[in-house]
């Protein structure tokens, strides 16, 4: 369904455009004038709201780790606009049914499930999925669908593909490395299904406790995502059964406010001068991300882990 809408979005952005280039050649204006503005309509499509969204975030976060220089703010913007129109008009419309990679049956491998965000489906990956992440893991992806529905009926998602890349894997426990929305999805799994098949969860700015701009999206996932909404404050009412490591972007245009990405009793790793969607295609952050992921697992979650495992079989 979200490919399908994407698709759609996009060939009405290139139908604008191109009807905006033939009025202004119509109108008189130099063929180069039309040209660009019918490649920059698309790209503005995104950096409009975007540059919103980093203003209203530097509003709000007044702390003096969060300012920034006009030019340092202006590149955070392009790389983010950038990013967003080809996550949204290229690969996720257009290249997101590729080949799972190969998988290895052996438990000592680190198994990792990549957990995408709000209005997002599995491509939103491909950054680090084309020779980034180490061949080493056993890696998997998911779609979080539907698009716009409660984020509890994503556990019951996450459990068809924990479960598959665990078979598949041999692996015990899997590591969970969820953008945006699919930490809370995480969250969800973990309160239905319990601790018994996850590790560790990699959260990247994810909105623990909501942000400002979920009121202007749209579907019931969003409505909970609110800042200080009844679904987060929900959540935090029991604590987390496995490790939670929170990246977070101290530049992040859409969940603000920014501390809201790091979750109460888990190691925050914070970034700076990265926008929302290019920490899923930085450099930085894939370094420490290759780094948690192949942590041990510590031994007081694993002992809990097996007790579980243990008790269910019983």
């Given at each position: 369904?979200?490919?399908?809408?994407?698709?759609?979005?996009?060939?009405?952005?290139?139908?604008?455009?191109?009807?905006?280039?033939?009025?202004?050649?119509?109108?008189?204006?130099?063929?180069?004038?039309?040209?660009?503005v019918a490649v920059?309509?698309?790209?503005?499509?995104?950096?409009?709201?975007?540059?919103?969204?980093?203003?209203?975030?530097?509003?709000?976060?007044?702390?003096?780790?969060?300012?920034?220089?006009?030019?340092?703010?202006?590149?955070?913007?392009?790389?983010?606009?950038?990013?967003?129109?080809?996550?949204?008009?290229?690969?996720?419309?257009?290249?997101?049914?590729f080949p799972e990679?190969?998988?290895?049956?052996?438990?000592?491998?680190?198994?990792?499930?990549?957990?995408?965000?709000?209005?997002?489906?599995?491509?939103?990956?491909?950054?680090?999925?084309?020779?980034?992440?180490?061949?080493?893991?056993?890696?998997?992806?998911?779609?979080?669908?539907?698009?716009?529905?409660?984020?509890?009926?994503?556990?019951?998602?996450?459990?068809?593909?924990?479960?598959?890349?665990?078979?598949?894997?041999?692996a015990e426990r899997?590591?969970?490395?969820?953008?945006?929305?699919?930490?809370?999805?995480?969250?969800?799994?973990?309160?239905?299904?319990?601790?018994?098949?996850?590790?560790?969860?990699?959260?990247?700015?994810?909105?623990?406790?909501?942000?400002?701009?979920?009121?202007?999206?749209?579907?019931?996932?969003?409505?909970?995502?609110?800042?200080?909404?009844?679904?987060?404050?929900?959540?935090?009412?029991?604590?987390?059964?496995?490790?939670?490591?929170?990246?977070?972007?101290?530049?992040?245009?859409?969940?603000?406010?920014?501390?809201?990405?790091?979750?109460?009793?888990?190691?925050?790793?914070?970034?700076?001068?990265?926008?929302?969607?290019?920490?899923?295609?930085?450099?930085?952050?894939?370094?420490?991300?290759?780094?948690?992921?192949?942590?041990?697992?510590?031994?007081?979650?694993?002992?809990?882990?097996?007790?579980?495992?243990?008790?269910?079989?019983?």
């Open positions: 369904m979200l490919q399908r809408i994407l698709r759609i979005g996009t060939l009405l952005e290139l139908a604008f455009a191109t009807v905006l280039a033939v009025w202004l050649l119509q109108l008189g204006f130099a063929a180069w004038i039309a040209l660009a920059l309509l698309p790209l503005m499509v995104h950096g409009i709201p975007l540059a919103i969204e980093f203003v209203t975030g530097a509003l709000i976060d007044r702390r003096p780790v969060a300012r920034i220089g006009v030019l340092d703010g202006v590149r955070v913007w392009w790389q983010e606009t950038w990013r967003s129109f080809t996550v949204f008009n290229i690969d996720q419309a257009w290249r997101a049914n990679r190969p998988l290895v049956r052996d438990p000592h491998r680190p198994a990792v499930l990549l957990v995408h965000g709000y209005m997002c489906n599995r491509a939103a990956w491909r950054p680090w999925l084309f020779g980034a992440l180490p061949e080493r893991w056993n890696i998997a992806t998911v779609n979080l669908e539907p698009v716009y529905c409660p984020v509890e009926r994503y556990a019951e998602v996450l459990q068809g593909a924990i479960e598959k890349l665990r078979a598949a894997s041999g899997v590591t969970l490395v969820c953008h945006s929305m699919g930490g809370l999805a995480a969250r969800a799994y973990l309160r239905v299904h319990g601790p018994h098949a996850v590790g560790r969860v990699v959260t990247i700015d994810t909105p623990h406790h909501g942000t400002v701009f979920a009121r202007f999206a749209s579907g019931h996932n969003a409505r909970q995502m609110r800042s200080a909404s009844d679904y987060v404050r929900s959540l935090a009412e029991s604590a987390e059964p496995v490790e939670f490591v929170c990246f977070a972007s101290q530049h992040d245009n859409l969940i603000v406010p920014r501390e809201a990405q790091v979750l109460a009793g888990a190691e925050a790793v914070w970034f700076e001068k990265i926008g929302h969607l290019a920490m899923t295609a930085s450099d930085e952050v894939l370094e420490k991300l290759i780094e948690v992921v192949d942590r041990p697992l510590p031994i007081a979650a694993a002992i809990s882990t097996r007790d579980a495992a243990a008790a269910a079989s019983s």
